[in-house]
């Protein structure tokens, strides 16, 4: 990337980008911002530093830098505060007058280049793979966990306090929860949680966080048995899934799969769905790298992590997956969850169904 930028280096501030980088290290204290407390900079030949203020230092390079791989540039927080380019202006002294590029703003001559650096970490390597297998595997534990001890009657703050404690248990955390009740979730296809009280239809949503990666699932549960209509609404949902599934391959763009996800709703009988909610797309280090839309230029790799959340009024499915040039490997299966199988030129996806508590 910095060679076909004609860079002399990359400066790396953002909360994502840096978990990348450093293999699941985090340059964050305060989480309401998203440039973290500690910068690093890669240059064009190969050598890489740590940028951070003698607060942050020593901490950094004894619980968040793998040992040996960044060369640590420490400095005065006083010099820092009074300089909003310090980080900027100390990285370009070590490029020896090339360019400095940054996935942040970082004052005059420096250029963003967020989506250059972002496509740079769409192919997963197998380490990460792995990481992410097992937080998949958590998190969705951590859901059934949840589910096995609620009851109608908790309000959906409470549901959501548990998915955030089951999750955070296991070393995560949920950078998004959702969790809509009954008429509330006929109604918005993003209910944060409130005082509702859960009587009949609960759905949870969870994006979970740990060592940079993220995971994202939604369950949909009944206090009784299932009524036919949300039955039927959910195993369209998932039929769309299927085809989403079955379509995401490399070099499949966005727009085309968009499109999928279009006809799959037409055919299902619910034409124009796709405009109530998003379909999914891209996932990794944020919670969406990209969302398939009309206009997506953005194709899909290999070993790319993606979230489709196909939804139909008052129902969703949604599981985190990894593509191959063998298809594509679920990473968030609940354990004991009733599925839904759906068959397409020969193999199965299933997508989770709607869970009876009376069952």
């Known amino acids: 990337m910095l060679a076909a930028e004609r860079a002399g280096g990359v400066l790396i501030a953002s909360r994502h980008n840096f978990s990348w980088l450093t293999a699941g290290g985090s340059n964050t204290v305060d989480t309401t911002r998203d440039v973290g407390v500690a910068s690093l900079l890669v240059r064009a030949d190969g050598e890489s530093f740590v940028l951070a203020n003698r607060i942050e230092m020593q901490r950094l390079l004894a619980e968040e830098i793998p040992a040996g791989v960044f060369e640590p540039i420490e400095f005065s927080w006083e010099e820092e505060k009074a300089n909003s380019t310090f980080a900027a202006n100390s990285a370009t002294a070590l490029l020896r007058a090339r360019p400095l590029l940054s996935d942040v703003p970082g004052g005059d001559g420096v250029r963003v280049v967020e989506a250059s650096i972002a496509s ?86 969870i994006c979970a966080q740990r060592a940079g990666l993220t ?24 039929r769309v899934n299927a085809h989403l599934l079955s379509a995401t391959r490399p070099g499949a ?79 968030t299966t609940t354990p004991d969850w009733p599925r839904i199988p759906v068959t397409i030129n020969g193999t199965e996806y299933s997508s989770p169904d709607v869970l009876s508590l009376d069952s």
């Open 253 to 331: 763009t966005g727009a085309e799969l968009y499109e999928v996800a279009a006809r799959a709703y037409t055919a299902e009988g619910y034409p124009g769905e796709q405009h109530l909610h998003h379909q999914g797309g891209a996932i990794g280090y944020r919670t969406r790298d990209w969302v398939a839309h009309p206009t997506s230029p953005e194709t899909v790799s290999v070993n790319q992590a993606f979230a489709w959340n196909p939804s139909i009024t008052g129902t969703k499915v949604e599981e985190t997956c990894v593509t191959s040039d063998q298809g594509i490997e679920v990473l």
């Open 215 to 238: 995971v994202a699932l939604s369950r949909m549960v009944c206090a009784g048995l299932v009524p036919k209509g949300l039955s039927l609404r959910t195993q369209a949902a998932a």
């Open 120 to 205: 740079c970490r769409y192919e997963l390597t197998e380490p990460e793979v792995d990481r992410y297998r097992a937080l998949g595997r958590d998190a969705a534990e951590a859901i059934a966990e949840v589910i096995s001890s609620i009851e109608p009657g908790l309000t959906e703050l409470e549901v959501a306090a548990r998915a955030d404690a089951a999750v955070a248990a296991r070393g995560a955390r949920n950078v998004v929860t959702l969790v809509g009740a009954d008429q509330r979730l006929k109604q918005f296809r993003h209910p944060l949680p409130t005082k509702n009280r859960w009587k009949d239809v609960l759905m949870i949503v």
